[in-house]
């Protein structure tokens, strides 16, 4: 669950790229986050991944309040959450493989139970043929693609995803948003911003549409594809 | 931590070491010259105070005993002597002995004149080496006071200026030793710190996808340990073969062997154990903490 | 002009991205290519900008041979091209301003003529209040387009956009894909790489396909805006 | 270039030595202690050369003249003497002189013995010292085939022994420096590659947009030249009190002063502005090239 409460975010060079922003996710819950360029809508992803903190208000994650939460407990916040970042941040000194393993690893999972998810999940985002290749070795939507593997293996309470079809051709795009749809019906909370308003038309479900710091819009619509009887 | 994971690390630490051969290569360097420098210095300084304290050894001070007091009383009065607690060693030199040497030292003008000089006017002495060589001019005063004891010529002078050249070199080499303790330590650290530097943005990711410190602290420190012990290894090797290089000049030319005694430097054999130890310890503790302080930097996020 | 013969690029890790291709873009066209996620569309970017070199065939871009075209010359050929690459590469110590000024320092434009030009083409692309701000302190989209208005600030001869639009919401797009068009008229040959079809079904124009590392499709349709009468 | 493009070019070089101040200040801190380390060396060989030159002057000949020659022939004689290449200074020592110190030496029993001489055995010598030590047994032998000439006493074994210390500490104090030199080469190139390697995506993007390679280099050339220079500045101040210290405690040591000559050191103001003059210099160079130099292995793009 995400919980903000009258949050405010004012980066040190004065930009107020958030204002008493109010917005409660329950588990389970699957929206789209969109907005124009510069809205906010990274800025309440860094807040919910404590990778910066409010400048006003309180955060509530998955049971941790973020302004109280020790340093040492932000890793355990973390393992909570799988996040596709809008620049990717693949670790470039390692594959694929390794990239997507490296979550579980730090969970001290089985060997064994490594060596089966990865190169399942590899598969689901299409990628089992890169598995052995560097991020440096792939195209942008390749690259954005392992982001989402890496985000989904170690089958998170909560899915950020940050434009994960941005650098992705529409067919693929549509299947991806399907997997976090279906991965969101097993009891995943996901949160997915996008500037496609396609797939949002598309797909339908909650939106909240963020502008200029302030949230403009949060209402569940009814997708195109529901309609049409995929 | 399951083995499974530890193992991993492990492997992570060593990976990393030839993806980023070029940072490695350079820590290696850096540990190895550091080691070289402080080890060379402290084997040169060992070596220093060795050949003073050979030098002081050799310092006598002669002590002059009354007329024919007999080989009994001579023989109690060496064992005074040899009491006394500064005293290492105690030899009679007796006056015949001491006019032939005198005689041989002269020039012939100087012989001539003694021709005619029927009786040895020298008197016995006995050769007294001191333990500690600063405590020379205290241990002549107390033999002085012995009974039958007539004079006591010490070289207190030359005592005195080979404790302050020996205690000045000490300053000096201390000095040294220091000043390049702290040198190492700042290339170290600048050294590894630039090597993490570059790796800042990774260590960041680690943290985003929820690893803690420690585990991404293991494979830094790993990897900085391996590289000091290998730095240390090479250091050993080159340190040897500086060390017999000086040890062989040393013991080729004679005419320093006659004045330092060869005898006075410790051949590399003795030392190696503790020389060899002293470096592994040094170069994995340096590598380690050096490169995982450094990795803790970027940890904050 | 930019003239691709039988041209093939295979990577040291052995994919074939490309497969002799033949293409031929003359001055003042204007050409969208798409093509699916990891189909070659960079690849063939990174070839007309000889960050890599053709595996065979030959590759003429604004009368450069690239094939034999020495490492002293490239600057002169980098210089007549402006682009924007899918993963932005800001200068990360250069502000915004400095980011798109630092193109004119390198052809030794007059301080007069930056002080001008710079501010101009950095409000083109919405971005005046950020002048002075650094990359990392910019959203996505705003990153994105400091790299369109570095492509553009020296009036280059051939502008080559890849996913200029990957970050950036629907309204921006057609505004962007608007200001390149009227750089186009004004003789300027444009390249843009998008998955963004909405994009491509409205402007219209010349379509390049790739497809696995080959030309599928190649033709020019008509715009909807042209029809719609915008 | 325009002039605005070469202030541009020269405040990027500025400006970057605060962006990326972590690595000027690795940089910094190995130049700074590389000069220290080389000059500090190169000073300490100066003066040793310097105090084994004074103990060489201070070492002489004794040459003894026949008995009776006349004041006029001994003074003919002196002037053939110094006439020699090699001899810097002939002093006179008539044997009246060499029997007061003589006596002045002698135990009271030595002085007993003599008593009775009534005639003074010595001889008149001359004390010859050298200009080259090494040449010292050259010099006796054309000596004594002078006329009048007796005998030559001259320290060869004494000179010997000082120019083999002289030759090895030579030999090992170049080594030294040759060794520090190469080690601070490696460590400042290791920096220099390590900080620039941490900026090496923006070299990148700047060949990719255009660049030329000197246009790349340029700020980088002049960001190790000032970071150069301001290290060879610390560094100076540095050698300036280390140095100052040391030549302090040569002065107050009474002891040691008589060893050595205090004149025999530098005072360090006598060589200030050749010290400077190297530090700035090779400060300079040393920044400037190595920063560049590790930034073109970037520029392959
Ligand atoms: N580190 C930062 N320091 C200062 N300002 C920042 C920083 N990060 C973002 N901003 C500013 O805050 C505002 C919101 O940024 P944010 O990244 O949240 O936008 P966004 O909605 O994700 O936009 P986009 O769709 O382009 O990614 C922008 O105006 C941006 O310039
Ligand atoms: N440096 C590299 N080394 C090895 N393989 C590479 C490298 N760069 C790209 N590839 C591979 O070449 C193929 C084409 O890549 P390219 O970047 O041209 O795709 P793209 O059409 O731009 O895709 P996207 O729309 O996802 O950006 C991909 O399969 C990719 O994995
Ligand atoms: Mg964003
Ligand atoms: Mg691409």
Redesign the interface.
């Known amino acids: 669950m995400v919980e903000f409460k009258d949050v405010s975010v004012t980066y040190s060079s004065g930009v107020d790229a958030l204002n008493k922003v109010n917005l409660k996710i329950k588990d389970g819950d699957f929206a789209f986050v969109v907005g124009s360029s510069g809205a906010g809508k990274s800025t309440l992803i860094k807040l919910i991944?404590k990778?910066i903190d409010a400048t006003e208000g309180t955060v509530m994650v998955n049971g941790f309040n973020l302004s109280k939460l020790r340093?040492g407990k932000?890793?355990?916040?973390?393992?909570t959450?799988g996040?596709v970042?809008q620049d990717f941040?693949?670790?470039?000194?390692m594959t694929v493989y390794e990239n997507v393993a490296?979550?579980l690893?730090?969970?001290?999972a089985?060997?064994k139970y490594i060596r089966s998810r990865v190169p399942y999940v590899i598969s689901l985002v299409g990628l089992e043929d890169k598995a052995k290749s560097y991020p440096t070795e792939l195209s942008g939507g390749e690259q954005q693609r392992v982001a989402l593997a890496?985000a989904l293996v170690n089958d998170p309470k909560l899915i950020i995803a940050d434009e994960p079809t941005g650098n992705i051709d529409p067919a693929l795009s549509y299947e991806i948003v399907d997997l976090l749809r279906s991965i969101n019906e097993c009891g995943t909370t996901v949160l997915m911003v996008t500037h496609e308003h396609d797939l949002v038309r598309y797909f339908g479900g909650r939106i909240i549409n963020i502008n200029k710091g302030v949230i403009a819009f949060d209402e569940v619509i009814g997708g195109t594809n529901r309609n049409e009887g995929k | 931590?399951?083995a499974?994971?530890a193992r991993?690390l492990v492997g992570q630490g060593m990976k990393?070491i030839w993806?980023?051969r070029?940072?490695s290569?350079?820590s290696f360097?850096?540990i190895l010259?550091s080691l070289?420098?402080v080890g060379m210095s402290v084997l040169v300084t060992i070596n220093l105070n060795r050949i003073i304290s050979g030098i002081e050894d050799q310092s006598e001070a002669a002590v002059t005993i009354k007329d024919d007091i007999g080989e009994d009383r001579q023989k109690a009065l060496q064992k005074e002597i040899e009491a006394l607690s500064n005293v290492a060693t105690v030899e009679f030199y007796s006056k015949d002995e001491a006019w032939k040497n005198m005689k041989k030292d002269m020039s012939d003008?100087?012989q001539?004149?003694?021709r005619y000089?029927d009786d040895n006017?020298?008197?016995d002495t006995f050769r007294v080496t001191v333990k500690d060589i600063s405590l020379m001019a205290d241990t002549s005063v107390q033999i002085e006071l012995l009974d039958d004891v007539d004079s006591v010529k010490s070289p207190t002078q030359f005592a005195?200026?080979l404790v302050?050249?020996k205690n000045?070199l000490m300053?000096?080499m201390t000095c040294v030793i220091a000043a390049l303790i702290v040198?190492c330590l700042?290339?170290i650290s600048?050294?590894t710190?630039?090597?993490v530097?570059?790796?800042r943005?990774?260590i960041?990711?680690?943290?985003?996808?929820?690893?803690?410190n420690t585990?991404i602290r293991i494979p830094f420190f790993i990897e900085g340990m391996v590289v000091g012990i290998f730095a240390a290894g090479a250091a050993l090797l080159l340190t040897k073969f500086a060390y017999e290089g000086?040890y062989n000049?040393f013991k080729n030319?004679m005419?320093?062997w006659s004045?330092l005694g060869i005898d006075n430097l410790y051949p590399f054999a003795k030392m190696f154990v503790k020389v060899t130890a002293s470096y592994i310890i040094a170069g994995a503790v340096i590598g380690a903490l050096g490169t995982s302080i450094s990795a803790s930097k970027h940890l904050?996020?």
Chains 1, 3 share one sequence.
């Open positions: 991944l990778e340093r932000v890793p355990a916040l973390r393992r959450i996040v970042f941040r693949l670790i470039p000194t490296f979550v690893r730090v969970i001290d089985p060997a890496r | 931590m399951k499974s994971s991993y990393s993806r980023n070029m940072m290569f350079a360097c850096i010259v070289l420098m003008e100087q001539d004149l003694f000089a006017p020298l008197p005195d200026v302050s050249i000045i300053i000096i040198v700042i290339i600048n050294t710190r630039a090597s530097f570059a790796r943005k990774e960041n990711i680690m943290k985003y996808v929820g690893a803690t585990f000086v000049i030319d005419s320093l004045i904050k996020v």
